[in-house]
């Protein structure tokens, strides 16, 4: 009787000395609980801001808050209990800009006099773009301390597309008084690469110039399986990482471009358009991993914060 009293004595102090292992001096639990939420970042940039602060780096800059894969997907995780979550990533991204110039109207046939302004027209360039990411998967744990392991699964998908729209002013007229043709300065749209002296069309007289460019339409697949391991430094803050085993596999449909140009019809110049397509890509893998993220480069390390 006293052996087992005292053995129950140890085992309750066991008990005692291990819970206050996994609390802060303020009772604050480690490790996540049934019902907490997870966000995970890239923990590079905190490690790398300790790293030069303590080591006195010059100009040691604020860490950044960045994304943990190049899908810029926002990851996180919802637990069950305390030893099965689920994980998530979404990103429903859908972005529309417009950029419009004023050019001189090359149609006009009169001479402007002060202080009458220029006759003008209007160039515009329309970029809408469109990204949708999501994936899921169930996360095992396992471990008693603050170094916790964990494994399982995931499966995700990503669709990306893009689409340039270019509207002119100045409408072609190779034959009229004054002649209307493709002007690379007065065209042309900073960064928009919407005027082709080169273009693939047959009989071009000068430039092309884009009204329609779709991008090809980038389709991603992934499933993995994974496993890591993350320490709670701090009480529902964790530092952590993971390998992988999976495959994936990307699609990107070929570009397809509506050039706007004048070019000789056999007997005179005459404006026409042309759709040209572009090539296609793909790729397929089937390897290991260290990424935290069924698409593209991610963040070998991740910071967790748990709520």
């Known amino acids: 009787?006293?052996?087992?009293?005292?053995?129950?004595?140890?085992?309750?102090?066991?008990?005692?000395?291990?819970?206050?292992?996994?609390?802060?001096?303020?009772?604050?639990?480690?490790?996540?609980?049934?019902?907490?939420?997870?966000?995970?970042?890239?923990?590079?940039?905190?490690?790398?801001?300790?790293?030069n602060f303590f080591g006195?780096?010059?100009?040691?800059?604020?860490?950044s808050w960045n994304w943990l894969n190049s899908a810029q997907t926002i990851t996180g995780k919802?637990?069950?209990?305390?030893?099965?979550?689920?994980?998530g990533q979404l990103r429903i991204g859908l972005t529309s800009a417009s950029t419009r110039t004023m050019v001189a109207d090359r149609a006009a046939t009169t001479t402007t006099l002060f202080p009458n302004g220029m006759p003008m027209k209007e160039n515009s360039w329309k970029h809408s773009t469109s990204n949708i990411g999501l994936a899921g998967g169930i996360e095992m744990r396992r471990g008693k301390t603050r170094l916790q392991g964990y494994y399982g699964g995931e499966v995700g998908i990503y669709l990306g597309h893009s689409k340039d729209v270019f509207e002119y002013?100045?409408?072609?007229?190779?034959?009229?008084?004054?002649?209307?043709?493709?002007d690379p300065a007065a065209d042309a749209f900073a960064g928009a690469s919407n005027i082709d002296a080169a273009a693939p069309i047959q009989g071009l007289i000068g430039s092309a110039r884009v009204t329609e460019r779709k991008n090809g339409s980038t389709f991603s697949f992934g499933v993995r399986g994974f496993i890591g391991a993350e320490y709670f430094v701090l009480p529902k803050i964790s530092i952590g990482g993971e390998f992988g085993w999976g495959l994936g596999?990307?699609?990107?449909?070929?570009?397809?471009?509506?050039?706007?140009?004048?070019?000789?019809?056999?007997?005179?110049?005459?404006?026409?358009?042309t759709t040209v397509d572009g090539s296609k890509s793909g790729g397929f893998a089937l390897d290991t991993d260290n990424k935290n993220g069924v698409w593209g480069p991610t963040a070998s390390l991740r910071l967790n914060l748990h709520f």
């Open 249 to 273: 596999l990307t699609t990107i449909g070929a570009t397809e471009t509506t050039y706007q140009s004048v070019g000789f019809n056999g007997t005179a110049a005459a404006p026409g358009t």
């Open 56 to 63: 006195k780096s010059a100009n040691n800059t604020a860490p």
């Open 169 to 182: 002013g100045n409408g072609l007229a190779p034959t009229a008084t004054p002649a209307v043709v493709v």
């Open 1 to 51: 009787m006293k052996k087992s009293l005292t053995l129950l004595a140890l085992a309750f102090s066991f008990s005692a000395t291990f819970a206050q292992e996994l609390k802060s001096k303020k009772e604050e639990v480690y490790l996540p609980e049934a019902g907490d939420w997870a966000l995970g970042i890239d923990a590079t940039p905190f490690l790398n801001y300790a790293g």
């Open 78 to 87: 919802y637990f069950s209990d305390a030893t099965m979550a689920f994980r």
